[in-house]
């Protein structure tokens, strides 16, 4: 469609307002000066928007950091399946032996 409106010989532009579902003649320079205000306008949404994201995507890491660095999980740790039932159980529900971590 746009390549077909671009082949069209016209002393002037045309473009689609979405906002209003109608065609724009852009015959002179107040009109091209207020679509670039619009677009502009656009752009700051967009940019904002993006300012957004960035912003929680960096929370979002930061606090992952923060949370990885503070815990310190012991890699030698043995697992639930590898602990050993504790004297007197005999390998029941809540069978597994508590571990000390050390802090």
Do not use: W
Not at 37 to 55: F, M, P, Q, T, Y
């Amino acid at each position: 469609m746009r390549e077909f409106a671009g082949s069209i010989q016209r002393p002037f532009g045309v473009r689609y307002n979405p906002y209003t579902l109608s065609v724009e003649i852009l015959s002179n320079s107040e009109k091209i000066a207020a679509l670039v205000s619009e677009l502009r306008g656009d752009l700051c949404i967009v940019r904002n928007a993006l300012k957004k994201i960035h912003a929680r995507e960096e929370t979002v890491e930061n606090l992952t950091h923060m949370l990885t660095d503070t815990m310190h999980i012991d890699k030698e740790e043995p697992s639930d399946e590898d602990r050993t039932p504790s004297p007197g159980n005999q390998g029941g529900v809540g069978s597994v032996t508590p571990t000390r971590v050390d802090q």
